[in-house]
């Protein structure tokens, strides 16, 4: 069993950036991969990126590759969502996840078995 809580949502500006960090904890935790979703209202879940918290191996949505990073930090045993250059359309509940992937497919969100409850981002124009 894995927990996950999120942190660090917000309001900002276009062009603004944020950090979300996302806390996993149980036993087990560490033998999982760590994602980024995010849901916008009216919306299907969309996936973001993920990384593998023992090797660190991580994986972009082609779309946000670039303005978005995903990290590991041991100091705090977070996973941290760095976004830079916030657009409106960026405005969703962003969420994590934990699960053990395959070798291919990791925005299908049937690989995530575990859920956190999710932190609001809002970006206004």
């Known amino acids: 069993q894995v927990q996950l809580a999120e942190t660090g949502g917000g309001s900002v500006q276009t062009g603004d950036s944020l950090r979300l960090s996302c806390a996993p904890s149980g036993p087990t935790f560490s033998r999982y991969s760590i994602a980024w979703f995010r849901q916008a209202p009216g919306k299907e879940r969309e996936f973001v990126a993920v990384i593998s918290w023992s090797a660190g191996n991580t994986y972009y949505s082609e779309s946000l590759k670039g303005r978005f990073s995903i990290s590991r930090d041991f100091s705090k045993n977070t996973v941290d969502l760095q976004m830079n250059d916030l657009k409106p359309e960026d405005t969703a509940v962003y969420l994590c996840?934990?699960?053990?992937?395959?070798?291919?497919?990791?925005?299908?969100?049937?690989?995530?078995?575990?859920w956190g409850q999710g932190t609001q981002v809002t970006v206004s124009s």
């Open positions: 996840a934990a699960g053990v992937l395959g070798s291919s497919d990791y925005e299908r969100i049937y690989w995530y078995d575990f």
